[in-house]
């Protein structure tokens, strides 16, 4: 069974830093793109950032310049670095991979998401 496990959210205050993380476990035969979707209060889930295979990495405008995304040695990991956090990052955060499980067709799978809260 493929699965995502996320961590690393918390709270911060305003102008402080956080770094999520996200491991992918199970039969896998390979992992494309990976990345983070969040979800504010009241809000559809949006993409915050996606890194591919090759390294290619893509992030919305609200978040450019401040949060940076990257995949460990092994692959399956992925990680955020969020810094510069303003209240309007407050969110849960979901970790995204595109995975090829072994003897199975390729889908998208999530992780049960991380709370991310910034105080003003």
């Known amino acids: 069974q493929v699965q995502l496990v996320e961590s690393g959210g918390g709270l911060v205050q305003a102008g402080g830093s956080l770094r999520l993380s996200c491991a992918a476990s199970?039969?896998?035969?390979?992992?494309?793109?990976m990345g983070w979707y969040r979800q504010a209060p009241g809000k559809q889930r949006e993409l915050v950032a996606f890194i591919t295979s090759g390294g290619s990495t893509n992030y919305a405008d609200s978040v450019k310049g401040r949060f940076t995304i990257s995949r460990g040695d092994a692959k399956n990991t992925v990680y955020l670095q969020m810094n510069s956090l303003s209240p309007e990052d407050t969110a849960v955060y979901y970790c995204?991979?595109?995975?090829?499980?072994?003897?199975?067709?390729?889908?998208?799978?999530w992780g049960q998401g991380t709370q991310v809260t910034v105080s003003s």
């Open positions: 995204n991979a595109e995975i090829w499980p072994v003897a199975r067709p390729p889908d998208d799978y």
């Open positions: 199970g039969s896998i035969y390979s992992i494309n793109r």
